[in-house]
């Protein structure tokens, strides 16, 4: 291992799989990938429609560990051919496909009465169909052994939302969509569970990530981002402010989480330390759901006051 030390979160030395959704500037993908590089991932594959930000992931992840291999692929996560087409040559370069991250997602608020059909299908194509594909076709890739893996197996974690706990978080499309997860994530688990592979989701809420920005450029069919992080921060913060983060109180549950604070979870129980986790969505939200109506009925929460050690 090369270059500064990083903290694991959870050990994936040695294997090998793929993130979608990791081709933005700043994001919950982008961050996967590098915390699997840091946790020993021999091999990740950045799966995008946009290779916009690859080029600057893998000098960041060559910084961490010079010897992972880190490379790109374009995927439209709801073909199956693509998918098929990306797993049989990973399992074939490495003699093993060990983990699949469906990260990809969409996210352009509508109304109700302003929601296309064409809209609603994308939601749908990209974070339920792709879901599926990811499961059914990852799994199988899992279940190949070689001189490098002597034992089938695997784990797939899944990207959820807090939409599919929360009916004010999204749009119905995206509510939608990321509800179903839950359902493939229990019975996938159960599926696959003479296979040696796990099941999981995580649901975050409120996230630092540039879906809001670019997936507006991709209902217009563009995918040559070539933003910055900073460019794209500044550009999304129509939604933070929109969204009353900017004037609520500053309570726990109100704040934004850092992408990698998610993909530290996500790796985690991709790992084997998380070998009893399976067929669960963590909400990962910062207590949003739980808070419900906030100070509507309690009133202002006061801070706890320190322990009086006299």
Known sequence: MNGTAHR????MEGKVGLVTG?????????????????SGAAAVYACDL???????????CKVIRSDSVVEGRVLDVSSEQQTLAVLKDITRRHGRFDFYFANAGFANYRNLHDTEVAHYDRQINVM????FL???FGSQAMMVTSQEKAQPGGAIVVTGSCAGFLGSYSDLPYAVAKTALHGMVSSASFQLSASNIRVNGV????TKTSIIVLSQDAEKGQYTNTLSREEVDTKRQWFVERAGLLKAPQYCYNRQADAAEIANIQVFLASDEAASINGQMILADSG????????????????IQALDLS
């Open 50 to 60: 946009n290779m916009g930000s690859i080029a600057s992931l893998q000098e960041e």
């Open 8 to 11: 694991s979160v959870g050990s």
């Open 134 to 136: 990811a499961i059914k």
């Open 288 to 303: 949003k759901t739980a808070a419900a109506m906030g100070e509507a009925c309690s009133g202002p929460i006061p801070p």
């Open 22 to 38: 990791a081709g933005s500037p700043m994001g919950i993908g982008r961050s996967l990938v590098i915390k699997l590089v840091e």
């Open 128 to 131: 339920q169909r792709g879901v």
């Open 203 to 206: 649901a975050p809420g409120f």
